[in-house]
């Protein structure tokens, strides 16, 4: 195998055929003829050795074989190593010393940018890029090295990380105000009637909601309503349509005014902490290590203040 042989633009071209679907879609992505595509492609399989694309099961395009995924991964890293090459040596050119990736799961972006300020006023020298994305995309992005650091809840198994606390991370139940769960929160029956406005499948905070009530309702059935983001939640919430399991770091603000009230409910609020994490397979810059030691050294301060 002659992996030494394979070119960025041969990758490119896998990744088109993926994205697009066919030879044609790929060609166009990339302003190259069917052809060329179809040249670049069987460059890679010599390379390689292996049959990286077939014929789609529905019979219309193309689609990546196992190998082919396989490949189109890595190339992906070498994509998003370049990109953060290319940024590092604009924040070089500017006269800084380096530029560097902080990812933070959605429910961290309301403490994030006060984070990122704090890490600026004691080092403008260094160039701070800010990403925020879901568990999902931020679990990918560990895995493809697009982040130096990241910020979140639950540090995932793959790919494997060194993870460090941060402080606590309070969940509990929120309602409107004037709502009958209100100091009646722990009668499971009315607890249980009730419609939990829920973040999707695989999020965080869907785990943590779904065990917690099946570990207070010993079982018993209730009625979600999915919605992709706190703050439709929030809005959801004060609308009248349910109550809801949230990070108590996202509804501080509405907590404090009165917009929302948090329920007394049988075993809330539910303390999990928040985690600074960076991937293990890779070598931490200096830079990366010294924000890491700056930001540990913070002891969670740039944390909302606890509900009382």
Sequence with gaps: MRMNALTLKQLRALDAVAKGGSLTAAGEALG?????????????????????????????GSELTEAGHALRDAA????????????NLRAIQRGQVGRLTLGVVSTGKY??????????????????????GNRTEIVQGLELGSFDIVVMGRPPRQPEVIAEPLGDHPHGLIAPPGHPLIGHASDLD??????????????????????????VGDGRIYDTLEMDSNETI???????????????????DEIDTGRLVLLDAPGLPLMRHWFLVRPVKERPRDLTLRIWDEIIGLSGKFLPVPIR
């Design 32 to 60: 190259l003829t069917t052809p060329a595509i179809h040249t670049q492609i069987k460059g890679l399989e010599e390379a390689s050795q292996m049959k990286l694309i077939q014929r789609a099961v529905d019979g219309a």
């Design 76 to 87: 992906l890293r070498i994509e998003d190593s370049l990109s953060q090459a290319e940024a």
């Design 111 to 132: 403490f994030a940018p006060r984070l990122v300020k704090l890490m600026q006023d004691a080092h403008p020298e260094i160039e701070l890029s800010l990403k925020i």
């Design 190 to 215: 009315m607890l249980f009637s009730q419609r939990f406005i829920a973040r999707e499948q695989g999020s965080g905070t869907r785990i943590l909601m779904t065990r917690w009530l099946d570990r």
């Design 234 to 252: 929030k809005q959801a919430v004060m609308a009248g349509l349910g109550v809801a399991f949230l990070s108590l770091h996202t509804v501080t």
